[in-house]
C-alpha cells in the first residue's frame, strides 16, 4: 500500500426526538409540509413515516407530498424496497399506491425472495460442512437479522455472508470453503491480512460471497472490542434449520450500530437505521440497556452507538429508552452534528475521514512504526525482483534500495501534499467535518 492517507467513506440545546423526525407526540409521522424541515423532501418524510417502528396504519387517501415513483426510487436507493412494499402491505395502504409503482414493489419484493431462497440453501450445505467439521459459527449481520429479526429473508437484501469462527479454526474453516469448490482470492500476506482487516478474502458458492471473520471491526478501528466476550456471551440458535450460535442481543446493537458509524460511516443509508429499529423491535423483552450502554462506554464507542441510536429513535421512531441515551451521550447530540448525520444518512453520502497510514495499519509506538518503516523501505530480495524486474539478476542489489527509498519518499510526500491541498480547498465548506470531530473525541 502506497498511499500515506485513505479517506473513509463513505451548543444548543437538541429538539426532542419525535420533533427532529417529524413526529406527533404520538409517535405518528407527518408529511413535509408538517414537519417543517425545507432540506428534507415529501418523498423522504413519508418513507420514513411508512418505515417507522410504530407502524401507524396510513390513512386512508393519504398521500405522499411527492410523486410515488419518487418514495419508490428512494427506497430502491436505500436498498429497502421489499420492506417497504411489506409495511404498505400491512398497514392496508395498497389501495392508495398507483397500479403500476405496486406491482412494481411487489416485483421487487418477489425478486429479492428468489434471491433469498437460494441464498438460503447455499448457506445451509456451509454451516452444515462447517459444523459438522467441529468448527463454531457465529452467524453475523445480514443473514441473521433478515431470518431471525425479520423474520422474512426477502426483508433484508444482502451482498455477502459473514461468518465469524475462532481465529485459530481460520484456516480450517476456508479450507473446507476451497473443498466445497468455491474461486477465492488468496491473500498474499496473511500476517498482513490479519494486521489490515477482519476478514479474509471472499470465497464464492453457488453464489453467495462468504466471509470468514475472526473480528467484528477492522483492527484500526478506535474501538477495544474483546472478541473472547463475544464467544462467551453467544447463545444457540438456528440458521436455515442448522444449529448455530448468535451473538447476544445487546452485542448485535452493538455490533449492527458500529457497523455503519464507523466502518461505512453512515454511507449505506437508511438500511442499518432499519436494522437497529428491527432488532430493538425483535429482543424488546429481553435488551438489557444497561449493559448496552456499559458496553459502548467499555469499547471507547459511546458516541458511535449515541449518535446512531439517536438517529434511529429520531427518524424511525425506535424504542430507544431516553436514558440510555443520556448516558451514552450527557446533554445530548448538538443539533448541528444530528442534522449533518442525518443528512449524511438520507443522501448516503456518509462522511469523510482521513485515516493516518501507519494508524491505518494499526500501529502506535514510535517503535513498531519505526519497524513497519524498514520492513516496507527494505524489501526481501524476493519482493525487490517484483517491484523492480532489473534488480533480479543485479550484483548491486543496494543500488535499487536507494531507488526505493526515493520512491517511498516520493510517494509519501506526493500523498501527503494532496491531503493538505484537500484539506486547504474544503476548510470551512465540509459540512460533516463537525461530525467527524465529534465522533473522534473522547467521550
Not at 84 to 104: F, H, I, M, N
Not at 192 to 198: D, H, K, M, N
Not at 348 to 370: F, N
Amino acid at each position: 500500500m502506497s498511499k500515506d492517507y485513505v479517506e473513509r467513506l463513505p451548543a444548543t440545546e437538541p429538539e426532542p426526538a419525535a420533533a427532529r423526525a417529524g413526529l406527533n407526540a404520538d409517535g405518528s409521522g407527518l408529511l413535509a409540509s408538517e414537519a417543517g424541515h425545507s432540506n428534507r423532501t415529501g418523498a423522504e418524510e413519508f418513507l420514513l413515516r411508512c418505515l417507522s417502528a410504530g407502524r401507524k396504519p396510513l390513512a386512508a387517501g393519504r398521500e405522499p407530498a411527492a410523486d410515488w415513483s419518487e418514495v419508490v426510487a428512494i427506497a430502491d436507493k436505500h436498498g429497502i424496497t421489499p420492506l417497504l412494499y411489506t409495511r404498505l402491505k400491512q398497514s392496508g395502504a395498497q389501495t392508495c399506491v398507483p397500479a403500476d409503482v405496486w406491482e412494481r414493489l411487489r416485483r421487487t419484493h418477489f425478486a429479492s425472495a428468489i434471491r433469498s431462497m437460494s441464498f438460503s440453501g447455499g448457506l445451509r450445505k456451509v454451516l452444515q460442512r462447517l459444523c459438522s467439521s467441529g468448527i463454531k459459527v457465529i452467524v453475523l449481520k445480514g443473514a441473521y437479522l433478515a431470518e431471525v429479526v425479520y423474520g422474512d429473508d426477502a426483508l433484508r437484501p444482502m451482498a455477502d455472508i459473514d461468518l465469524l469462527v475462532p481465529r485459530a479454526e481460520l484456516s480450517r474453516a476456508q479450507a473446507i470453503l476451497l473443498d466445497m469448490g468455491g474461486p477465492h482470492q488468496q491473500p498474499d500476506d496473511i500476517e498482513w491480512c490479519y494486521r489490515l482487516g477482519s476478514h479474509l478474502p471472499p470465497v464464492a458458492y453457488l453464489g453467495l460471497a462468504i466471509e470468514l471473520h475472526w473480528a467484528i471491526a477492522l483492527p484500526t478501528s478506535p474501538f477495544r472490542i474483546d472478541i473472547s466476550g463475544l464467544w462467551k456471551r453467544a447463545h444457540p440458535a438456528t440458521m436455515v434449520g442448522i444449529d448455530v450460535l448468535a451473538l447476544s442481543s445487546e452485542d448485535l446493537l452493538l455490533h449492527v450500530c458500529l457497523h455503519a458509524s464507523s466502518k461505512h460511516c453512515l454511507g449505506e443509508g437508511l438500511r442499518p437505521l432499519c436494522d437497529i429499529s428491527e432488532t430493538i423491535q425483535r429482543f424488546r423483552s429481553e435488551m438489557d440497556w444497561a449493559e448496552v450502554a456499559e458496553r459502548a462506554r467499555e469499547w471507547g464507542a459511546a458516541r458511535h452507538m449515541g449518535l446512531m441510536l439517536n438517529l434511529a429513535q429520531g427518524m424511525l421512531g425506535a424504542d430507544v429508552p431516553d436514558a440510555v441515551l443520556e448516558q451514552l451521550v450527557p446533554g445530548g447530540i448538538d443539533e448541528r452534528i444530528f442534522e449533518a448525520a442525518r443528512e449524511s444518512v438520507l443522501a448516503r453520502t456518509g462522511y469523510r475521514q482521513w485515516v493516518p497510514l501507519l494508524d491505518l495499519l494499526g500501529v502506535e509506538s514510535i517503535g513498531d512504526k519505526a519497524r513497519l518503516l524498514w520492513d516496507r523501505v527494505f524489501l526481501s530480495r524476493g519482493e525487490m525482483g517484483e517491484t523492480y524486474p532489473a534488480s533480479r539478476n543485479s550484483r548491486h542489489l543496494y543500488r535499487y534500495y536507494a531507488l526505493r527509498i526515493r520512491d517511498v519518499i516520493r510517494t509519501y510526500s506526493s500523498h501527503t501534499l494532496r491531503r493538505g491541498r484537500l484539506m486547504v480547498q474544503n476548510r470551512g465548506r465540509d459540512r460533516n467535518a463537525a461530525l467527524v470531530n465529534w465522533l473522534s473525541e473522547k467521550s
